[in-house]
Antibody, heavy 119, light 112 residues
């Protein structure tokens, strides 16, 4: 079965850093782009970042550009999100998603990991 | 950025009756490759989102055929032919034609 499992969330103070991980299984990881999408408590979905299968192309939402870094390790079937200079408005559940058909089809989602930014 | 809007934002429905959700984009979602990357996702309470429909009208694997998508350009529709209890949740349209990818605000479907 295709599976994505996020980890690394938690409570962090404003200005702090956190690194999220997403472990993939059940498919050829290196064939797919990967994405992070977040959802603030009680709110809708917000795309955060995408990375191509070989890490050649990387995209960020303006709200996180310059603060977050997406990366992947195809040997470890994992994608990461390094989050720096965290703000209260970054508080959200962060979902890892697989991007099929290039980036365009978010066909598999993890259960999410909660990041809370608070003093 | 492409802005996605949805109507209605809330839809109480009767079990067994149809439901329809509209999604509009602020600009055409036709990609230079000729495809239109408009998807519909379902988020049941307490669950992560799940892909229902991609490229306007293609049902994803395992999605019941009571779900259908249609539209073109900037106007799209998700229809549920006969609502079942498991369909309760929030439905989002999403465009992946152009970065940044954007989602609609969501439509909450519950049972009347």
């Amino acid at each position: 079965d295709v599976q994505l499992v996020e980890s690394g969330g938690g409570l962090v103070t404003p200005g702090g850093s956190l690194r999220l991980s997403c472990a993939a299984s059940g498919f050829i990881f290196s064939d797919y782009s990967m994405n992070w999408v977040r959802q603030a408590p009680g709110k809708g979905l917000e795309w955060v970042s995408s990375i191509s299968s070989s890490s050649t192309y990387i995209y960020y939402a303006d709200s996180v550009k310059g603060r977050f870094i997406i990366s992947r390790d195809n040997a470890k079937n994992s994608v990461y999100l390094q989050m720096n200079s965290l703000r209260a408005e970054d508080t959200a559940v962060y979902y890892c998603t697989r991007g099929a058909d290039g980036y365009t089809k978010f066909d598999c989602w993890g259960q999410g990991t909660l990041v809370t930014v608070s003093s | 950025d492409i802005v996605m809007t949805q109507t209605p934002l809330s839809s109480p429905v009767i079990l067994g009756q149809p439901a329809s959700i509209s999604c509009r984009s602020s600009q055409s979602l036709v990609h230079s490759d000729g495809n239109t990357y408009l998807s519909w996702l379902q988020q049941r309470p307490g669950q992560p989102p799940r892909l229902l429909i991609y490229k306007i009208s293609n049902r994803f694997s395992g999605v019941p055929d009571r779900f259908s998508g249609s539209g073109a350009g900037t106007d799209f529709t998700l229809k549920i032919s006969r609502v079942e209890g498991e369909d309760v949740g929030v439905y989002y349209c999403m465009q992946a034609t152009q970065f940044p990818f954007t989602f609609g605000p969501g439509t909450k479907v519950d049972i009347k």
